[in-house]
Structure formats: structure tokens, C-alpha cells
């Protein structure tokens, strides 16, 4: 079977999975003629763990399978990512009767080979099984707190420790949690724990005569008596161990608060304004254990008791772990994000998508986030693209460094004055958050600078855009860094930052800039339908998923349709023939950083949802989770990257790394609130309910939870009707939620009946396409104990035809390439140019340039042979000090296998030979050459390269 061939077959194998796995709870899907596996799309077992920590504050995390611990002790994770922990275990001792069981390394049971656990954040959930008829459960815990955020940005990581007997007889029982600090001694708190300047382990249980005992056990005492020794030495290992009494069939917990506090760097964390040690912070971790687990449980657990499927609910939630492995929390309050990936921190362009969960369950967090945004805007209104201190040079560790406060002018990772979508960005989330939150203070700080961001859009507008399509642009740039054209996504969001910017001029009473962004808005929504729609200047290509991204944004939103519903529908149908998501999901067999995850789920897969295009949404979507969860390693560490199809499933992990953990991956919760239906103003007190209910739900949903500023809630709706028109909708919240007017779905032509509460309300048809809506004036308040809405009416008969199958089978880029990397490669013949661009000088040598940071190139499936190579040779001119060439294999988030630093050569085509050592790389991979520097400008230009 040729290569082609079996990406096509494989691709088909995993659609089929797609459309049939995801309605069951549990399948077994046959892999080969003699072994099936288990997929149980209701946990999440075999990672290394979830990342336990407090926001901005690291995170630690327990692996299962192998019962060790790996450590971050510094945020974020693609600065400073985890490292295994030496000598850190669970350990237990019984003695039943004379009879001793103990375990030096507690692991999970296995069933099928697979560690009996659960994954989710902010809970990870073990099954150690029964030792001596001694059941143990685990439970642990990342502090989740948005009424005390005092309680949620600390150092620490929870473990409720669960022993039952199981058996008619008392039983001896000892649970120990040994640890090792390092370059710190512990020291001894009797009866509670151990302590050093780094770590601090403290306990406490529910058994009133249970003992405590405490030292660095270096007789091994405990694994003998259930008892910690300890000696007259400074050890930097330590054990705690609790042991008790059980008697038949009693249950038993116990509470270890790990907590830990680094002092590399005075600013890394506003923890440090709280508390000076880890002890300190354990203790205040004993104090609020309970309150952390229950809000911990209590999202897990709302969120499961749905009926939606389990891989949508398990992936959304776990999109949540960037609270820990992303996040930045400075001494003086500045906020920000990791991009994950890349080593850039803040990216406006990938964050506005994922903001609005956090601006929904920590708001807190999003509104200084958002406040550090505003004060370093520039003088001429652009927002930045990120943080960095671009002069630390590229080591991960040292680019964590954020610049200060009102640093308005510091220098991005590339020059983003033609940036248009950052400005967007900005405004976008500070339209969401305040109207999720109505915190008028917080707006009216942040307002000087939404408008200087507005202004930005109108300046750029004069300086980049069409004299024939008026308020579109020619030649201007965003977060499409790496190919695509950007000036449709450009246009496509102005139009929905004019839109808001109506609204809060509005709000304001700014009679004169509601008249300027109405002349803005009239003006985009026109030229863009001329332009491509009208006259055709829309060409199918890299990332063009984004060409509706405002129009999916509207409908999200519930801000109406800006174009009609034909505009829509022409757009989606040559999306359509281009993607193909009904027959091919994602596509890309062998994955692909052409096309990114976040972005294309939420542009494109966000509009499917709000057109009613649920089998493509469907495909994709699904696709995404697969080729994430059947390989565990993914769990935690999803790159921005389009992922591989996963041909034999790893369903045991054994990365602890989460550097590659992409910022906007969160964007996916956009999607589920679009299913449930939820969506809220409350500065208006209007509420949408809106549900979408998947095919695959006989057409009910139950219990579906949504998040918000005012508290959880939970939706369910029946559908019935000849087109499934008709609906019965319960909504409850768990603090009173005061509504004016509700919004409902339009599916109807006439005949239209509301009633809430068995009382029929008057209403009024608003909106237009795919935007129809019925307002109910209702004046009411929601609480727990729930309101019924029921709609009817004659059906409007609309049917969304099947896509046309796609005329040639999966694209795929996996033939050998008959370029040999002992000969010289050309640069400008590489199979990728990702930001670059192609220059011939006078002489006629061709060659790349424009090579700004995170840019790149790629020769695809080159093949080194059995001998391999270990050095290479590259022509290139450097064009700014400190910049550096780095070699990676497979693709841009793959194996890094060498640097080459590039010196200033002193012209463009001043040009030197450099040889650089690389790893041994043999057989066939992908060569992508990564670009870094401390200049948002050229950093050098490339000739060619050689291996040997």
C-alpha cells in the first residue's frame, strides 16, 4: 500500500470512529483481528497527571501508572515546564491481624493495562485498589475559588487520601507522602509535617486518634510499623505518615496539602505579597481544604451529570488547565497568559478566543489581564501582540521576564503596526466581560483606551486600506503569521469591533462616535460583500476558515447576522469544497501547523454550530478530540497545531511536559456555550436560550451546565416536531437570576405560541437568516427552582442538504522527498514557507528572507538514511545581533535537535558558511528551521543548507 493510500484508509478509519464511538459511553472498536481496546469517553485515564496549582503559581502532578511526581515549581510551562520529582511517592503500610501488606510505590490498579484514574481539572481521581483488604481512593484537587481569590493564586496542591476497610476485621493502617526538596533541608513540625524553604507538607485527618509521625525515614521504618523515623541529621527528603485504627468496613480520610515557594525571582508571583514561606502556606491550605475540594467537585460533577457526550464535556473541561499551566501572575498584579509553544507571553490574537471562560469562571483575573493590555497600549492606540522582554535572547526560562506597567512602546516579538486584529481583540473582550460582568468601574478604567484601540482600527484603515473596497485592506497583517491572507479576517472583525463600539458609545452617550462607527460599520459590511462575495476576490486557501470569522462572531455573540444568510451560505459552501469536514474532519492525516486547532473549531466549526450544520460541526470536532485523546501525551500538552491521525492509540502516557499547551485551545468552550445555549447581558438583565442539541442526543438534552459571573445554572430542552421546531426548555440557577427579556430560537413560519411557567406571553420576531429570534418581555427572576419555557409553531422547512462528496481522496504530503540532505538544499525550494518570503538579487541567486521570529521553513520527508547525520552546514547573512537558527524534526512543535547561531554579517547578501551540530538524525523527517531573535525585524536571510 502506498503512503497516500494508507493516510486515505486511515483517515476514513478514524472518521468512522467519529460517527459512531461518540454516542456510547464505552466502546470496543477492533484495532486488529486479535485485540480489541476500551474507550470510555467518560474519563480521562492514563496521563501523567493533572497539573494541581494555584493561578500564576506552577503546579504539581501525580502520575498514576508509575506513582511518581513532577514539579513546576515556576510558571509557565513552556518556560519552565515540569520535571520529575526524585523520590517523591505515595506510600502505605497494614497489618491485619499479624498479617503485613505494605507498598513502597502506591500506583493505580490497572484494568487492560491502563492505570484506573481520572484526569479532569481541577480533580484527578486514583484507584489504587485494595491492599490487606484496604481500599485507597485518591483525590486531588488544583484550588479553584472565584469568591476568594485569595485562596485560588497560592502555591499548593490538595490530596484527599480515602482508606475503607473492606473486611469484618480491625485493620493497622499507614499512609505516607515522602518528599524530596532538593537543594533544602526539611525540618520537623510533630504532629503535622515537614518544612523547608521550598517545600512544606502538611497534614491532617478525619480519624480523631489517628497518629502522625514525621522525619526523613532513613531506616525505613514506616514500611516495617506504619511509623516515620527519624534522625538527628538535615535531610532533603522528608516523609509525613498518618496511621489509625479502622474498624470493619469504616472509611477514613486524609488531607496533605503540598505547597511550595520559589525565590529565583522577586516578581514571579503575587503569592509572595501573602506569605513568606510554604509552610505558611500549607497551613492556610489546611484551613480551606474543604471549601477547595467542593468547588472543585462541584464544577466535575456539574458538568458531567449532562447528557451531552462525554468526549465534548471531558474535552472542554480540561481546556480549563491552562488556569495553571499558562498563567502569570506577577508581584504588582500584572497579569498575563503563555502562548505555549512559541515562549511568547500575552498574544492578543490567540487569547481574545480563549477570554471568555475565564472572564466567565475568574473574571477577576481576565479584568486585570485586560487592564495590563490597556496601560501598555501604544502612544498611537495599537495593543500589543505580547509581554516580552524581547533582549533576554531565546532561552525559555529568562523569556518569562514580562515587561512593566505602562511600558506603552517596548518592542514585540515582530513589528505588528499592521496588526489590525489586536485592536479587535481588545475591543472584543472588554465589550464581553463587561457585559457578563456589568462592572461599570472596570469599563469606564479601560474605556480611554477602547476607543484609542477603535481610533487604531480607523488609522489603519487610512494607512492599509482599499481605495476600491473602502474599509477593507490590502497589505495588512495579523495573527496568520505564518502564510494566508489576512486582509478578509481583518475586515471580517472590524466590522464586529464597529458594531460594538455602536453599543458602548451608545451606553456612553457619545453622540459622535456612534455616528462614526455606524458610517464604519455600514461602510466594511458593504465593501467585504462587493468584494468577496460580489466580485469572487475570495480564494480558497491556508487559514481561510477565518473569511467569516466576524459573521460567526455576531451569531455567537447575539449581536444579529452583519451579512445574510445567502452571503453565509455562499461562504460555507466554498469552505466546504475547500475543508470537506463531513468526509474528512480536520484532514491532514499527518497533521499540520497550516491550519490551527482553536482557530479553525471556532471560525469555521463555531459557524457550522449557528448555521445548523451540526454533521460538520460534528466531524470536526470530534476529530479534534480523537486525534488528542487517543494519545494521551496530547491530554495536557496540545500544540496550536492540527494534530496527527492517531494509528495506534496510546492510552498511557508518559510525557509530563505541558510547554506546548497552546493559549488559545480554551476558544472550545465558545463552542459548548453555543450548544447549551446560554449566552447573557447583564448590565440589561436579557438572557438568550438557545440551545443546540447534537444528533447524536435523540433530540434531549438534561442537565447541561453553564458557567457564569452570577453562578452556575442548568439548561434542559426537548425538542419535537415535524422538523424538530417545538421546545420544551427548563432553565435553573443556583442564586437568583433577574431576567427582562428572554430570547428564543425562530425555527417557525407562524402559529407561534410562548408560555413560561404555563402563563402565555406575548412576544415580538426580531433578528434576520440565521439570527431569528423571539423577545419575550418577562421581568421575572430565574432561581434553583427553575422556570419552563415551552415554544410552538408551524415549522419554517429548512433542510441543510448532505455535503457533495469531495472528487479526489485526502491530500497528503507524505511521498519522499527527492531532495537528498547530503546535497544542497535551496532554501527557497523548501516545501514550506511559514512568514518568509522569496528575494532574487541582481546576481540572480535567489534565496529566503523576511525570517522574523517563530518564522520558518520546512523540507518535508527527507530522508537520512540508516547513517544518519550530526552537523549542518547553512549559507545565510545575519542582519541583528543574538539571533539563532533552531533545528527542528517532524514538525514546528516536534524534537528540537540543534541551534545555530547566526552573527550580524554586516549587509543583506553579506553572506558566511556556519556548521553547527545537530543531534544523529536518521530515517525519514520532516526538517523545519525555526527563526528567534531580539529584533521584530528581518533577522536574517537564508541561502541554503547541507547536512553531513
Not at 527519624?230 to 474498624?247: F, I, P, R, Y
Not at 459548548?672 to 445555549?677: A, H, S, W
Not at 413560519?749 to 429570534?773: H, L, Q
Request: proline share 4%; charged share 20%.
Amino acid at each position: 500500500m502506498n503512503i497516500k493510500c494508507y493516510y486515505s484508509v486511515l483517515l476514513l478509519i478514524q472518521l468512522f470512529l467519529i460517527n459512531s464511538i461518540n454516542a456510547l459511553a464505552s466502546d470496543s472498536i477492533n484495532v486488529n483481528n486479535n485485540s480489541f481496546f476500551s474507550f470510555d469517553e467518560q474519563i480521562v485515564n492514563g496521563t501523567t497527571g493533572t497539573p494541581l496549582g494555584g493561578f500564576g503559581c506552577g503546579a504539581i502532578k501525580f502520575d498514576a501508572n508509575t506513582g511518581t511526581f513532577s514539579a513546576m515549581t515556576v510558571p509557565p510551562a513552556d518556560a519552565y515546564d515540569f520535571k520529575n520529582v526524585a523520590d517523591a511517592q505515595f506510600q502505605l503500610f497494614t497489618n491485619r491481624n499479624g498479617q503485613i501488606e505494605t507498598r513502597n510505590i502506591l500506583k493505580a490498579i490497572l484494568t487492560h493495562g491502563r492505570p484506573n484514574d481520572d484526569a479532569i481539572w481541577p480533580l484527578h481521581k486514583v484507584d489504587f485498589g485494595s491492599v490487606n483488604g484496604v481500599r485507597i481512593e485518591l483525590t486531588g484537587i488544583s484550588p479553584l475559588d472565584n469568591k476568594d481569590y485569595t485562596n485560588m493564586h497560592l502555591p499548593y496542591a490538595l490530596y484527599e487520601i480515602s482508606l475503607t476497610n473492606m473486611e469484618s476485621s480491625e485493620v493497622i493502617s499507614a499512609f505516607a507522602l515522602k518528599w524530596n526538596s532538593e537543594s533544602a533541608p526539611f525540618f520537623s513540625l510533630p504532629a503535622k509535617g515537614i518544612y523547608s524553604d521550598e517545600w512544606s507538607i502538611l497534614v491532617k485527618t478525619s480519624h480523631s486518634k489517628a497518629g502522625v509521625s514525621v522525619g526523613d525515614d532513613k531506616e525505613n521504618r514506616f514500611l516495617r510499623s506504619g511509623v516515620c523515623s527519624s534522625s538527628q541529621e538535615q535531610a532533603h527528603t522528608g516523609k509525613v505518615a498518618v496511621k489509625m485504627n479502622l474498624l470493619p468496613h469504616e472509611t477514613q480520610k486524609i488531607y496533605f496539602v503540598v505547597a511550595w515557594y520559589d525565590r529565583t525571582d522577586p516578581e514571579i508571583g503575587y503569592y509572595k505579597n501573602l506569605y513568606k514561606t510554604p509552610r505558611a502556606i500549607a497551613e492556610h491550605g489546611l484551613k480551606v481544604f474543604s471549601k477547595l475540594k467542593y468547588n472543585a467537585e462541584k464544577l466535575v460533577t456539574g458538568m458531567r451529570a449532562s447528557n451531552l457526550p462525554g468526549w465534548l464535556k471531558n474535552q472542554t473541561l480540561n481546556t480549563l488547565v491552562n488556569v495553571v499551566t499558562n498563567s502569570m501572575y506577577k508581584k504588582d498584579g500584572r497579569v498575563a497568559f503563555a502562548e505555549g509553544q512559541w515562549t511568547c507571553f500575552g498574544t492578543m490574537d490567540q487569547m481574545w478566543l480563549a477570554r471568555q471562560i475565564m472572564y466567565m469562571l475568574i473574571p477577576y483575573y481576565a479584568w486585570q489581564e485586560l487592564a495590563y493590555w490597556a496601560r501598555t497600549q501604544m502612544k498611537n492606540g495599537q495593543i500589543h501582540h505580547d509581554f516580552n522582554v524581547m533582549s533576554v535572547g531565546k532561552e525559555r526560562e529568562k523569556r518569562s521576564i514580562l515587561v512593566s506597567w505602562d511600558d506603552t512602546e517596548h518592542i514585540d516579538y515582530r513589528n505588528i503596526q499592521k496588526w489590525v486584529d489586536l485592536n479587535c481583540g481588545f475591543i472584543i473582550s472588554v465589550f464581553e466581560i463587561y457585559r457578563a460582568t456589568a462592572d461599570r468601574k472596570q469599563f469606564d478604567l479601560l474605556w480611554p483606551y477602547v476607543k484609542k484601540a477603535a481610533q487604531r482600527i480607523l488609522d489603519q484603515v487610512e494607512q492599509y486600506g482599499s481605495t476600491k473596497y473602502p474599509f477593507t485592506f490590502d497589505g495588512s497583517e495579523n495573527s496568520y503569521d505564518a502564510g494566508g491572507n489576512p486582509d478578509p479576517y481583518n475586515s471580517n472583525l472590524s466590522a464586529v469591533a464597529y458594531k460594538m463600539m455602536i453599543q458602548l458609545a451608545g451606553e456612553k452617550g457619545e453622540a459622535d462616535l456612534v455616528k462614526l462607527y455606524e458610517n464604519a460599520y455600514k461602510m466594511v459590511v458593504n465593501s467585504f460583500h462587493n468584494r468577496y462575495i460580489r466580485d469572487g476576490q475570495f480564494v480558497a486557501g491556508k487559514h481561510c476558515e477565518s473569511i467569516f470569522a466576524g459573521q460567526w462572531l455576531a451569531f455567537h455573540l447575539k449581536l444579529g447576522e452583519i451579512w445574510k444568510a445567502e452571503d453565509t451560505d455562499f461562504i460555507l459552501s466554498k469552505l466546504e469544497n475547500y475543508y470537506y469536514p463531513y468526509y474528512r474532519g480536520l484532514g491532514y492525516p499527518e497533521g499540520t501547523y497550516d491550519e490551527w486547532s482553536p482557530y479553525i473549531l471556532a471560525h469555521y466549526g463555531g459557524l457550522l454550530l449557528n448555521t445548523g450544520r451540526l454533521d460538520q460541526w460534528h466531524a470536526m470536532q470530534k476529530d479534534s478530540y480523537l486525534r488528542q485523546y487517543l494519545d494521551r501525551n496530547r491530554v495536557f500538552d496540545h500544540p496550536l497545531n492540527i494534530l496527527p491521525l492517531v494509528n495506534e492509540p496510546k492510552w498511557v502516557s508518559t510525557n509530563i511536559k505541558s510547554k506546548k499547551q497552546y493559549i488559545s485551545i480554551p476558544a472550545m468552550w465558545r463552542n459548548y456555550y453555543d450548544i447549551v445555549g446560554f449566552h447573557r447581558d447583564f448590565r440589561s438583565k436579557e438572557l438568550w436560550i438557545k440551545p443546540i442539541i447534537p444528533k447524536t442526543m435523540n433530540h434531549e438534552m438534561k442537565n447541561a451546565m453553564f458557567i457564569s459571573p452570577e453562578g452556575y445554572g442548568y439548561i434542559d430542552c426537548k425538542e419535537s416536531g415535524e422538523y424538530m421546531q417545538d421546545r420544551e426548555i427548563v432553565i435553573r440557577t443556583e442564586s437568583p437570576m433577574p431576567v427582562s427579556t428572554l430570547y428564543l430560537s425562530d425555527n417557525f413560519e407562524e402559529n407561534i405560541s410562548v408560555t413560561i411557567n404555563g402563563k402565555k406571553y406575548p412576544f415580538t420576531r426580531i433578528g434576520s437568516g440565521y439570527a431569528k429570534e423571539i423577545a419575550v418581555r418577562w421581568n421575572g427572576k430565574i432561581t434553583e427552582k427553575g422556570i419552563r419555557i415551552v415554544v410552538k409553531g408551524t415549522p419554517e422547512k429548512k433542510v441543510i442538504p448532505i455535503p457533495v462528496k469531495p472528487v479526489t481522496g485526502v491530500i497528503s504530503n507524505s511521498s519522499i522527498n527527492q531532495m537528498s540532505p547530503y546535497e544542497t538544499m535551496e532554501a527557497e525550494n523548501a516545501d514550506k514557507l511559514a512568514g518568509t518570503s522569496i528575494v532574487q538579487s541582481n546576481k540572480g541567486n535567489r534565496y529566503v528572507t523576511s525570517c522574523n521570529n517563530f518564522d520558518y521553513i520546512q523540507f518535508s520527508n527527507i530522508d537520512f538514511g540508516k547513517k544518519g547525520a550530526t552537523q549542518l552546514k547553512i549559507r545565510v547573512s545575519g542582519l541583528s545581533e543574538n539571533s539563532e537558527i533552531e533545528v527542528v524534526l517532524d514538525d514546528t512543535s516536534g524534537t528540537v535537535v540543534g541551534n545555530c547561531k547566526v552573527p550580524a554579517t554586516g549587509g543583506e547578501e553579506v553572506w558566511v558558511e556556519l556548521e553547527c551540530p545537530v543531534g544523529k538524525i536518521t530515517d525519514i523527517h520532516n526538517v523545519v528551521l525555526r527563526f528567534y531573535g531580539n529584533s521584530s525585524d528581518n533577522l536574517m536571510n537564508i541561502d541554503w543548507i547541507r547536512f553531513k
